[in-house]
């Protein structure tokens, strides 16, 4: 940084600015005058696992979207026109704005139209091809890998995901982007084109993918994060990344100070700037000792990404999700030869999509075991022993969080990479020894009865020994249910396999409990 003081001068006279812009509106969204009912735009829509839907919407002359839970039946259309009316509540979490709305009764008054109509269409279309084409395993991997469109994931599976650490593949993050670009890069090298016409074939596939996912802000966000992490592996000797990500970040909360507090722009700064700083270092440090087991250069590269994004995460993750995952190192090793081209045909099938003919449907069948074998990676380490680690409530959890990932990156720096990884596979094979199960029971020899919904839970006949709640809806359990009596209670449409042993203890399938 000292070497360009200029640039220096220039990021901190744009983040002076930016803390300016922000104070404005936050000032303006206190001064802002409640209506009774509310006037807007459903810029997105998220379905949560209650069943409810949870809408930002964006009210002209109020200077951030206001979170809507939406309790009713209706099905809203992103970018739709809408109105809403309920009860306004403060909001608990930290942004511009300061207010949330809960209701049950919101009018739909206009229907999406233009541009993002017809993004709707592309992505309604894709996930419709997707559904009759590839396997249960793969559709909710594929609409999320290319578009960012999760709903066809279920809970349980984007639960799998998160404990593996590879949930970031389901949406569109920097690494989308680096790998569009980076691949139209190389095929202009080897036409022969010349800078120029690399730069413009790159910059007109960025606008094309940007055009299918919709310009959302963490479709910006991932844009720019992307195109930074790539300049810094293939520019580093012309330009300073660090200076390059500073820029970015200040560009994009000029856009869109709210993003200053979001766990997903956090997520993604951090791991850019982990991919920038540490990895270099890290490569360095694991290359010479996987050199001697012969492990391919690409492998050691893959190792070191996945690591120094990781390790710089890791608080972040431990104050979002209260939990991190020990496995996601390895998972996202194990699954990077399958991104790139599930990425790159999936764009490809989603263009073709838009064609008369089905030409999408032989492109999804080559994508397809890419993504059979990124699930079952991820089931797979979801099942390993002590595969996610509790961090106690408190900053006390996140300090010691902190620490051991520095202690991680000073360990490998230092030259102990093959007693680092000894360590991590007996930390493996004692928690297969001290969490092994007693033998199960089978619930087909047990007097079990279905039911619809807990609200039958009174009515069970007093000789069932099991009861089987068909509700897929609300939140998964963290513990096992039984009733007064001690009937266990299973809920496999929304806790997925959970198993009964002859000790009387359940146990789900991915060590929740």
Avoid at 18 to 28: G, T
Avoid at 36 to 58: C, H, M, Y
Avoid at 381 to 401: H, K, R, V
Avoid at 458 to 480: F, K, Q, Y
């Amino acid at each position: 940084m000292f070497k360009h003081w200029g640039q220096a001068v220039v990021i901190a006279a744009l983040g002076v600015g930016a803390v300016v812009m922000a104070a404005l509106r936050i000032s303006s969204a206190k001064a802002f005058e409640a209506p009774q009912t509310w006037v807007g735009t459903a810029e997105t829509i998220k379905f949560l696992d209650s069943g409810d839907q949870l809408i930002g919407l964006r009210v002209e002359g109020y200077p951030a979207p206001i979170p809507v839970f939406y309790s009713g039946s209706d099905t809203i259309e992103k970018a739709s026109l809408i109105a809403v009316s309920g009860r306004i509540k403060p909001d608990s979490f930290p942004g511009v704005g300061d207010l949330t709305i809960s209701t049950e009764d919101i009018d739909q008054l206009e229907p999406t139209t233009g541009y993002s109509a017809w993004v709707n269409q592309v992505r309604d279309g894709f996930s419709q091809a997707v559904e009759e084409t590839v396997g249960e395993s793969s559709r909710g991997l594929i609409p999320g890998m290319v578009l960012g469109d999760t709903r066809l994931q279920g809970s349980i599976e984007a639960q799998t995901y998160i404990d593996t650490g590879l949930s970031h593949l389901s949406a569109v993050s920097g690494s989308n982007v680096a790998i569009v670009v980076s691949s139209v890069v190389v095929l202009s090298y080897f036409l022969t084109a010349g800078p120029r016409i690399r730069v413009v074939a790159s910059l007109l596939s960025l606008v094309i993918f940007v055009s299918l996912v919709g310009f959302e802000p963490s479709v910006l966000r991932a844009s720019v994060t992307g195109i930074v992490g790539l300049l810094a592996i293939i520019n580093s000797s012309r330009m300073e990344p660090m200076h390059g990500l500073s820029l970015s970040v200040i560009c994009l909360l000029f856009y869109d100070s709210n993003l200053a507090v979001h766990y997903g722009f956090l997520l993604s700064c951090a791991a850019t700037a982990g991919i920038v700083m540490l990895q270099p270092l890290l490569y360095r440090a694991i290359g010479p000792p996987l050199a001697v087991w012969k492990v391919p250069d690409i492998v050691v590269r893959a190792f070191a990404v996945s690591i120094a994004a990781d390790l710089v995460t890791i608080p972040i993750i431990a104050l979002m999700a209260r939990q991190i995952s020990l496995v996601a190192v390895l998972a996202n090793v194990l699954v990077e030869l399958a991104v790139p081209p599930i990425t790159l045909l999936g764009l490809i099938a989603v263009l073709a999509s838009l064609l008369p003919w089905p030409v999408e449907y032989p492109l999804l069948k080559i994508i397809e075991p890419f993504t059979w074998w990124i699930h079952h990676v991820a089931k797979w380490c979801q099942q390993l022993p002590n595969s996610t680690l509790e961090i106690s409530a408190g900053w006390a959890g996140i300090a010691w969080a902190c620490m051991a990932a520095v202690w991680v990156v000073v360990i490998i720096y230092k030259g102990y990479v093959r007693t680092l990884a000894v360590c991590c596979v007996c930390f493996f094979l004692f928690g297969a020894w001290n969490n092994r199960l007693p033998a199960q029971i089978d619930p087909t020899e047990l007097r079990f009865v279905i039911i619809a919904d807990d609200s039958e839970l009174t009515d069970v006949p007093e000789h069932a020994e099991l009861i089987i709640v068909e509700d897929p809806h609300g939140s998964m359990s963290d513990r096992p249910i039984v009733t007064r009596e001690g009937i266990p209670v299973l809920y496999p449409y929304r806790d997925g396999e959970v198993s009964l042993h002859i000790d009387g203890t359940q146990h789900a399938a991915d060590g929740r409990f």
